[in-house]
C-alpha cells in the first residue's frame, strides 16, 4: 500500500462544475503540499497544509489531521484547470512523499 | 523575482557518460531538492541540500551525487548513465526544510 493515495486517478467534468480530489496518507506528516503540474513538467505549489482550510481564489483545501485525509477542491472549473493535481506529504525526514495524482480534464 | 532556474531544458547523453545539472533556487531560498520523474510516474526525491551539504538522500545510487555552493545554487551530477537514467530532473527551492516549494520546469534527459 502506497503512503500517499490519491483519487481519482481520472477525473473529466463539464465547464463550471465543482470539483474534488481526495488524498490520504499513511504516515506523520509536519506538512501537505497540493501542486499542480501542467503537461511538460512545470509545477506549481498551490497550498501547504498543516491544519484546517486554506482558500485562494477558486481553490480551497482542506485536511483533516486525525483522519489523515485531504481535500483539494475547485469551484467554477474551468478548461485552464486541465492538469494532474498532486498531493505529497512531508514528514520529519524532509522528503517530499508524492501521491501518484490525479489528471483532471475540464471540457468547455 | 526570478523563481527556479534548471539548465539545461534538455539533453541527451550516451549510455556510460556523466552528466551535470544545474539548478538556481528562488531568491531567498536556501534550500535546494532534486527529484527524478520517469515518464508517467510520480517524482522521486533524490537528495536534499542546505548549508552546502547533503541532509538527506533518497534511495539512489551513489552514482547520483550533488553539490551546493556558497550562493544555494545545486549540481546534480550522474555517472555511467544507464537508460533507465532518462527522466525529468527537478529541482525546488525552499526557505529552510519545509516552507513551501517552489519548482523548476525541469530538465529533460534522455540517455541512448
Known amino acids: 500500500k502506497n503512503e500517499v493515495e490519491q483519487s481519482p486517478q481520472n477525473l473529466t467534468a463539464q465547464e463550471g462544475e465543482f470539483i474534488t480530489i481526495n488524498c490520504s496518507y499513511s504516515v506523520g506528516i509536519s506538512a501537505l503540499h497540493w501542486l499542480q503540474q501542467h503537461p511538460g513538467g512545470g509545477i506549481v505549489s498551490l497550498f501547504m497544509l498543516s491544519s484546517g482550510k486554506k482558500k485562494h481564489g477558486r481553490l480551497i483545501a482542506t485536511i483533516n489531521i486525525q483522519e489523515k485525509h485531504s481535500s483539494l477542491h475547485i469551484t467554477a472549473s474551468h478548461p485552464r484547470d486541465s492538469a494532474v493535481y498532486i498531493c505529497?506529504?512531508?514528514?520529519?525526514?524532509?522528503?517530499?512523499?508524492w501521491g501518484a495524482g490525479t489528471k483532471l480534464i475540464i471540457k468547455p | 523575482d526570478a523563481g527556479v532556474t534548471q539548465s539545461p531544458t534538455h539533453l541527451i547523453k550516451t549510455r556510460g557518460q556523466q552528466v551535470t545539472l544545474r539548478c538556481s533556487p528562488k531568491?531567498?531560498?536556501?534550500?535546494v531538492s532534486w527529484y527524478q520523474q520517469a515518464l508517467g510516474q510520480g517524482p522521486q526525491f533524490i537528495f536534499q541540500?542546505?548549508?552546502?551539504?547533503?541532509?538527506q538522500r533518497g534511495n539512489f545510487p551513489d552514482r547520483f551525487s550533488g553539490h551546493q555552493f556558497p550562493n544555494y545554487s545545486s549540481e546534480l551530477n550522474v555517472n555511467a548513465l544507464l537508460l533507465g537514467d532518462s527522466a525529468l530532473y527537478l529541482c525546488?527551492?525552499?526557505?529552510?526544510?519545509?516552507?513551501?516549494?517552489?519548482f523548476g520546469s525541469g530538465t529533460r534527459l534522455t540517455v541512448v
Open positions: 505529497a506529504v512531508e514528514g520529519s525526514n524532509y522528503q517530499l512523499i
Open positions: 541540500y542546505y548549508e552546502e551539504e547533503e541532509r
Open positions: 531568491s531567498g531560498h536556501d534550500t
Open positions: 525546488a527551492s525552499s526557505y529552510g526544510p519545509s516552507y513551501g516549494y517552489t
